[in-house]
């Protein structure tokens, strides 16, 4: 009967760990998934086409960032700059990274919390 409390009182330690990490867990996405509807990764203004240009190939690369949007008849192709195609692009690494600030390269970019959308482009 002892042993049959015991492992009783086991699984339900073992249960309130779970139940705890798994709040912990979605209390985290929560606060993860507030950061991506109220930041944006967009482009340094102070830094140079060459460099943004670089970028964009270097992000465009990575198969969470669809560049198509940036593509002429895309969404934000519109303005035709090497800044704002940068901007979109940046920002879709961020977000794509779940908007965690180490995501959006601070050597090409910087966050902000005003939405850069414009047009028919419309930033996550």
């Not at 704002?84 to 961020?94: I, K, T």
């Not at 990274?97 to 959006?104: K, T, V």
Request: aromatic share 10%; hydrophobic share 35%; charged share 15%.
């Amino acid at each position: 009967m002892a042993r049959a409390n015991l492992s009783f009182c086991f699984l339900c330690f073992l249960l309130c760990i779970v139940v705890s990490t798994s709040s912990r867990d979605a209390t985290i996405w929560a606060d993860q998934k507030r950061n991506v509807a109220t930041s944006w990764c967009i482009a340094s203004p102070f830094v140079g086409d060459d460099k943004l240009q670089g970028a964009i190939k270097h992000y465009c690369s990575n198969p969470e960032v669809d560049c198509n949007v940036i593509q002429p008849g895309g969404p934000c192709y519109v303005p035709n700059t090497v800044k704002e195609h940068a901007s979109v692009v940046l920002n879709l690494y961020y977000k794509a990274h779940l908007a965690i600030r180490q995501n959006c390269p601070s050597d090409v970019g910087f966050l902000t919390v005003k939405d850069p959308s414009s047009g028919s482009c419309h930033y996550p």
